[in-house]
């Protein structure tokens, strides 16, 4: 019997490639793969992913089963899956179950197989496990000790969980790591998402009007680098402070009513829903681009884009064509699933391998302490810490300590104006 369900077994040797690259420059994860494997600190858990499978995500797997863990493992997005990496972990024994372009019916299936392998430990990227597993099927939460969670969108819904008292199990927030968002939310969406936009469209980003809505940790990133590829950049934001932050970046600051009557290039990136709507296309140029790097699929209304066009065509891979009724055109990349996953890698690698190594050394600290009360955590601010320190490390960048004078001095209040 196969313990995995993937497009293609043929492709592990490319997998396997793919793998070693990203492990190569994922100095940090590595020491802990070592670490995990001499001293077997996963022995016989049981855990259960549900994450974009990528080549990064390969290698955190690995680090799992080293520790000698029972890993099963299913995508994240429907669209995300890179095929070649899949069918590697399955040919290593990992319990695959994950394909690009999964139907919704299939992508909640992979996550049923993965529920039914009666995790421990559970990982998710957007909570669709946990709800999964808390909704539909709960008879199997009795053996679940805790889990963790790597992205916004996941975190807000696993809050929204606890306050309504339905959390039945401790969840470690791993998006919420400061080693965790500030690199890899900000960084790797900056860099993927351009990225995924290149390779749907291959269009100039010198001069054009480039929108990014949402001045979040993935919103500032994006915006930073898409003015570093000479864009105009333009921000719409719904909270003052990250909107006046955004201003004093330098940024134009705009409602999407405005932005859309010039925007060539529209990005969302804030977690929300219908952030751009049937009223905001009506008013876009002939020629404009949307993409989403949000997590979830619903932050450009499909549904309103699908009402106002009279006919859609597939130009080239993740890029469609939406013909409206008054001729104009609109193109939407990756069918609005996260453009930096499915047209492109998703983040580089050194970035995951600071977002992985919290994800590994969390999942270690639940398999090792007591069971904990089913809220939402921080990641201990020693892992933090630690992932920061070994990152540093591995870049050969030296830092100072404080003295003893100094730690007395910020301890102090006796002085003062000397
Ligand atoms: N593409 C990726 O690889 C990737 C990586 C990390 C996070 N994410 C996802 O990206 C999304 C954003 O994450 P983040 O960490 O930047 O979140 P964040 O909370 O830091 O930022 C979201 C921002 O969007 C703003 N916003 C909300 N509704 C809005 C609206 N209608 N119009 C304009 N702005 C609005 C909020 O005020 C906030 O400033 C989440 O869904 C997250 O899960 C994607």
Redo the contacts with the bound molecule.
């Keep these: 019997m196969t313990n995995y369900k993937i497009k293609d077994p043929t492709l592990a040797r490319h997998g396997r490639l793919q793998i070693e690259w990203a492990s190569a420059h994922m100095p940090v994860l590595n020491q802990i793969k070592r670490q995990f494997e001499k001293e077997k600190s996963l022995k016989d858990k049981a855990i259960g992913a549900c994450i974009h499978v990528t080549k990064e995500t390969a290698v955190l797997a690995e680090t799992f089963a080293a520790a000698g863990a029972d890993v099963a493992l299913c995508g994240c997005n429907p669209l995300s899956t890179q095929d070649e990496v899949a069918a590697a972990l399955a040919e290593e024994g990992i319990k695959v179950y994950a394909w690009r372009e999964e139907t919704t019916e299939e992508y909640y299936w992979c996550i049923s197989k993965v529920i039914d392998q009666n995790p421990q430990i559970t990982l998710d990227d957007g909570a669709d496990l946990v709800s999964t597993l808390h909704i539909k099927r709960k008879e199997m939460l009795k053996d679940v000790k805790g889990g963790t969670e790597e992205?916004?969108?996941?975190v807000m819904r696993l809050r929204a969980m606890e306050k309504a008292g339905a959390l039945k199990y401790a969840i470690i927030a791993v998006n919420d790591a400061y080693t965790k968002?500030l690199f890899?939310?900000r960084y790797?969406?900056g860099q993927?998402?351009l990225d995924g936009i290149v390779r749907a469209t291959n269009i100039l980003l010198a001069g054009k009007n480039f929108i990014v809505?949402?001045?979040?940790?993935?919103?500032r990133g994006l915006a930073m680098r898409a003015r570093g590829m000479g864009a105009n950049v333009t921000v719409?934001?719904?909270?003052p402070i990250?909107a006046l932050e955004a201003v004093m970046d330098g940024f134009h600051v705009t409602s999407?009513s405005k932005a859309a009557e010039t925007g060539d290039i529209f990005v969302t990136?804030?977690?929300?829903i219908n952030?751009i709507r049937r009223e905001h296309m009506q008013k876009m140029k002939d020629n404009a681009i949307l993409a989403n790097?949000?997590?979830?699929n619903v932050e450009i209304s499909i549904p309103d884009l699908k009402a106002i066009s009279v006919s859609k065509r597939k130009i080239r891979a993740n890029l469609e064509e939406y013909k409206l009724k008054d001729g104009k055109k609109l193109y939407l990349l990756a069918e609005g699933r996260?453009i930096?996953?499915a047209a492109a890698e998703?983040?580089p690698s050194e970035v995951m391998d600071m977002s992985f190594a919290n994800q590994a050394l969390s999942v270690k600290y639940i398999a090792e302490k007591e069971r904990m009360k089913p809220k939402v955590y921080k990641v201990p601010k020693e892992i933090d810490h630690l992932v920061a320190n070994l990152k540093l490390k591995a870049m050969g960048i030296e830092v100072d300590k404080l003295t003893e004078e100094q730690k007395k001095y910020i301890a102090t209040w006796e002085t003062g104006t000397i």
């Design positions: 992205t916004t969108t996941g968002y890899d939310n790797g969406t993927s998402t809505a949402g001045y979040g940790w993935c919103g719409t934001e719904v909270n990250r999407m990136t804030t977690g929300n952030v790097s949000g997590h979830f996260l930096n996953l998703g983040h």
